[in-house]
């Protein structure tokens, strides 16, 4: 689940049309700015900030972000084509005493920016217990709390043995926070300006055209290798990958049009990296609008739309076809879905409902290869009698309409394509269709007490085929509601100079902390 403003995306389209070398990026070009003494890398995000608190953060870009500038207990860890955890250089040692206890102990002389003070284990108790009465409480429902042990060591309890918390909630969300700054702000969270960071490096944010990270310089763990990173906001992947091969970026993410032509040709000095598979695009329906309230009228659509065209005329049959939240190589992944590509019986439901006539909006975000997939729906719906209005959104609207929290447009949204990111567990995927999620990333808005009762049995389950077949259930229920039309995972794809080594999360976020240079 991830702020160019028009004029700004506008700008930077022609720009690139026109001529990407010394316009886009008034820094420079990376072998000038080397030359000046420093090594400094260039890189892009596809969306600006929007709120950096974790609890109530979009994702992405913020996390990027967060793995820069604050503590977290494990980091992620990738071997020979595997991903694991591992501990992060903020710990002098972390594992299980029990199944059910986790003890860590913080390195010590970590210090806060603001003059908050060193990094203890009564941070790390107030952010993990914290969160979980945030909007990301999923990754913490079995995480009973922490108890602090001395200023630097502590344990967190768990309810019960849940082994995929290494890999998901520890490592992806669990941002430690400076317990005195939080407690000294009004509301109790922040949106873009952490008021305390602990990292390798600090960060300034120029809206609308991108982050600087620079070293911290009261940083005392493990230097990192560039000296400064310019995170350029670029909402077109065709720009950023024109910027790219015009030598102004070091590394950005490439469509999976664009990947299909480097899968035969790369650039000059590049290499490619592809973190995974790890996200699940669906086209999604409001269960509670009118026009949709009739299973029937959801279940046309869903016969209607012909995903296999999608994916060749959007995606260049790069993107693994979809058929549920689980993603490829997970336990629970499914091989077929119980509805198929049947023109017909969406025109028979069509009547059996009683509805001619209809008209919906579907919206999507402004990015290429969701706009033709959108204009590829509009024509199945349209064989079957559905006229629809394609609209792209910039990020920013679009993530923010299905929420209540973000105003009304959650009232008059019908159908829209939809795109979420995972960590290595199958299980993390399913927390954002639970009920209380509704009006937050629930957007289809139903609920079940079988499928909620379900993700706590999943998250439980030590047997791993016990565990698929509870996902291979859940993913069924969710097909049940005639809610959801399953597309693809796509790849994340990154182009990067040979002479570099980015790290990534499973899900494609960066680390840069992580990230290596051999010049």
């Given at each position: 689940m991830s702020l160019l403003r028009p004029d700004r995306r506008q700008f930077l389209v022609k720009t690139a049309v026109v001529s990407v070398s010394g316009l886009i990026f008034p820094l420079g070009s990376t072998s000038?700015?080397?030359?000046?003494?420093?090594?400094?890398?260039?890189?892009?995000?596809?969306?600006?900030?929007?709120?950096?608190?974790?609890?109530?953060?979009?994702?992405?870009?913020?996390?990027?972000?967060?793995?820069?500038?604050?503590?977290?207990?494990?980091g992620y860890d990738y071997n020979n084509g595997q991903w694991d955890w591992k501990p992060s250089s903020y710990v002098k040692e972390i594992g299980h005493s029990d199944p059910t206890h986790i003890d860590f102990?913080?390195?010590?002389?970590?210090?806060?920016?603001?003059?908050?003070?060193?990094?203890?284990?009564?941070?790390?108790?107030?952010?993990?217990?914290?969160?979980?009465?945030?909007?990301?409480?999923g990754y913490f429902d079995l995480m009973e709390g922490v108890e602090v042990k001395d200023r630097y060591s502590g344990t967190i309890v768990m309810a019960s043995a849940y082994p995929p918390f290494w890999v998901t909630g520890l490592p992806n969300v669990a941002f430690i926070q400076c317990k005195k700054a939080i407690e000294g702000l009004e509301s109790g969270?922040?949106?873009?300006?952490?008021?305390?960071?602990?990292?390798?490096?600090?960060?300034?944010?120029?809206?609308?055209?991108?982050?600087?990270?620079?070293?911290?310089?009261?940083?005392?763990?493990?230097?990192?290798?560039?000296?400064?990173?310019?995170?350029?906001?670029?909402?077109?992947?065709?720009?950023?990958?024109l910027a790219y091969e015009a030598g102004q970026l070091d590394v950005t993410r490439v469509s999976t049009t664009t990947y299909a032509?480097?899968?035969?040709?790369?650039?000059?000095?590049?290499?490619?990296?592809?973190?995974?598979?790890?996200?699940?695009?669906?086209?999604?329906?409001?269960?509670?609008?009118?026009?949709?309230?009739?299973?029937?009228?959801?279940?046309?659509?869903?016969?209607?739309?012909?995903?296999?065209?999608?994916?060749?005329?959007?995606?260049?049959?790069?993107?693994?076809?979809?058929?549920?939240?689980?993603?490829?190589?997970?336990?629970?992944?499914?091989?077929?879905?119980?509805?198929?590509?049947?023109p017909e019986k969406a025109r028979a439901l069509l009547a059996e409902a009683g509805?001619?006539?209809?008209q919906l909006d579907l919206k999507v975000q402004n990015i290429p290869e969701w706009v033709l997939a959108a204009q590829i729906i509009q024509a199945n719906l349209q064989t079957v009698g559905i006229e629809t209005k394609v609209i792209p959104l910039d990020p920013g609207p679009f993530w923010d309409m299905g929420q209540e929290s973000k105003g009304d447009t959650w009232k008059d949204l019908q159908i829209w394509i939809m795109r979420y990111g995972t960590s290595p567990d199958a299980g993390e995927n399913f927390q954002w269709y639970l009920k209380d999620q509704v009006g937050v990333w629930n957007w289809e808005r139903w609920t079940d007490s079988e499928f909620d009762d379900?993700?706590?049995?999943?998250?439980?389950?030590?047997?791993?085929?016990?565990?698929?077949?509870?996902?291979?259930?859940?993913?069924?229920?969710?097909?049940?509601?005639?809610?959801?039309?399953?597309?693809?995972?796509?790849?994340?794809?990154?182009?990067?100079?040979?002479?570099?080594?980015?790290?990534?999360?499973?899900?494609?976020?960066?680390?840069?902390?992580?990230?290596?240079?051999?010049?």
């Open positions: 000038i700015l080397r030359a000046e003494g420093k090594t400094i890398l260039n890189a892009s995000v596809p969306r600006d900030l929007s709120i950096l608190d974790p609890g109530y953060m979009v994702g992405g870009t913020e996390i990027s972000i967060q793995r820069a500038v604050m503590p977290t207990l494990v102990t913080l390195n010590s002389g970590l210090q806060w920016t603001n003059g908050f003070g060193e990094l203890t284990a009564e941070d790390v108790k107030f952010s993990l217990e914290r969160m979980k009465s945030t909007e990301w409480s969270k922040y949106t873009t300006e952490i008021p305390a960071t602990c990292g390798p490096y600090v960060y300034e944010w120029r809206p609308t055209d991108r982050v600087v990270l620079t070293r911290n310089p009261e940083w005392t763990g493990r230097k990192p290798d560039f000296d400064q990173i310019n995170v350029f906001l670029i909402e077109e992947d065709k720009t950023s990958e032509r480097y899968l035969k040709e790369l650039p000059p000095n590049t290499k490619t990296f592809v973190p995974g598979a790890l996200n699940w695009k669906w086209l999604g329906m409001n269960t509670e609008h009118p026009k949709l309230q009739d299973i029937r009228v959801r279940k046309a659509i869903q016969h209607a739309v012909d995903v296999d065209s999608i994916n060749e005329g959007a995606y260049s049959n790069t993107a693994i076809k979809s058929y549920g939240t689980v993603c490829p190589g997970l336990a629970g992944q499914r091989s077929e879905s119980k509805y198929s590509y049947d509805v001619s006539g209809l379900l993700y706590i049995k999943g998250a439980t389950e030590t047997n791993p085929d016990k565990r698929a077949q509870i996902y291979l259930r859940m993913q069924e229920i969710m097909e049940d509601t005639g809610a959801y039309v399953w597309i693809n995972h796509e790849p994340e794809v990154y182009a990067h100079r040979s002479d570099i080594e980015p790290h990534f999360s499973p899900a494609g976020e960066y680390d840069f902390p992580q990230s290596k240079s051999s010049v």
